[in-house]
């Protein structure tokens, strides 16, 4: 009779092949490559693959990275994105980019990417990267150029230019669509809108403290 010890070494292969799968990010692809049909009708998890036999090189290609982001904004700060909406060749291959652009004495304000892991390295300037543990532990480091920094998958953070000129950041992710989610725009100007009440009573402030921030975020 099988033992519970001889049942014991499978059951340890069974739960890290689980963890395994749990811990990755996108799913594996399985072709060489499946540029994205962004105007598909069917909705898949993901895009479904335009023709092989229209794809070309220009498929794979995207310069949208090299230009400068316009950081005359609220934040003082831009993001430019390389993912799969607008580089359609990304489609199942578990990958994106961003160019952070980030005035000086600009943010780009504190967020999540609920479906990646996002590695930040530093091009120019001075920055001042962060992020929040669900333990509630602020961890962050000065970059120089050359220097990276990783967050962790879903944790907020956020970049602050601490010097006297332009920071220019590339941070990548392991997902073709990471998501974000911005802490202040996110509460304070959703559609609709959360009701003053609740946010007063989360923030601990008068109600006329939540309409003077909200109105920060009106356009
Ligand atoms: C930086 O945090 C980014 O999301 O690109
Ligand atoms: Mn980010």
Same mark, same amino acid.
């Given at each position: 009779?099988?033992?519970?010890?001889?049942?014991?070494?499978?059951?340890?292969?069974?739960?890290?092949?689980?963890?395994?799968?749990?811990?990755?990010?996108d799913?594996?692809?399985?072709?060489?490559?499946c540029v994205?049909?962004?105007?598909?009708?069917?909705?898949?998890?993901?895009?479904?693959c335009?023709p092989?036999?229209?794809? *070309? =090189?220009?498929? !794979?290609?995207?310069?949208? $990275?090299?230009?400068?982001?316009?950081?005359?904004?609220?934040? +003082?700060?831009?993001?430019?994105?390389?993912?799969?909406?607008?580089?359609?060749?990304?489609?199942?291959?578990?990958?994106?980019?961003?160019?952070?652009?980030?005035?000086?004495?600009?943010?780009?304000?504190?967020?999540?990417?609920?479906?990646?892991?996002?590695?930040?390295?530093?091009?120019?300037?001075?920055?001042?990267?962060?992020?929040?543990? *669900? =333990?509630?532990? !602020?961890f962050?480091?000065? $970059?120089?150029?050359?220097?990276?920094?990783?967050?962790?998958? +879903?944790?907020?953070?956020?970049?602050?230019?601490?010097?006297?000129?332009?920071?220019?950041?590339?941070?990548t992710?392991?997902?073709?669509?990471?998501g974000?989610?911005?802490?202040?725009?996110?509460?304070?100007?959703?559609?609709?809108?959360i009701?003053?009440d609740?946010?007063?009573?989360?923030?601990?402030?008068?109600?006329?403290?939540v309409?003077?921030?909200?109105?920060?975020?009106?356009?």
């Open positions: 009779m099988e033992s519970h010890y001889t049942k014991r070494p499978f059951l340890l292969f069974l739960s890290f092949t689980v963890l395994l799968v749990l811990i990755r990010a799913p594996d692809p399985l072709q060489d490559f994205a049909d962004l105007g598909a009708t069917v909705v898949v998890n993901g895009f479904p335009k092989a036999s229209g794809v *070309t =090189s220009d498929d !794979f290609f995207f310069a949208g $990275l090299s230009r400068e982001g316009n950081t005359s904004n609220i934040f +003082g700060s831009n993001v430019t994105n390389a993912n799969v909406l607008s580089f359609p060749g990304l489609n199942t291959l578990g990958v994106s980019m961003n160019r952070v652009d980030v005035a000086p004495g600009g943010t780009n304000p504190p967020h999540s990417h609920p479906r990646a892991t996002e590695l930040i390295i530093l091009l120019k300037g001075r920055l001042l990267v962060g992020f929040i543990s *669900t =333990s509630n532990q !602020f962050s480091k000065v $970059l120089n150029p050359g220097e990276m920094f990783v967050v962790p998958k +879903g944790l907020i953070h956020f970049q602050y230019n601490v010097g006297k000129e332009k920071a220019l950041a590339i941070t992710f392991d997902s073709q669509l990471p974000v989610v911005i802490a202040s725009t996110t509460l304070f100007a959703s559609n609709p809108a009701p003053d609740v946010l007063a009573k989360a923030f601990q402030v008068d109600a006329k403290v309409a003077l921030i909200k109105s920060k975020f009106e356009r």
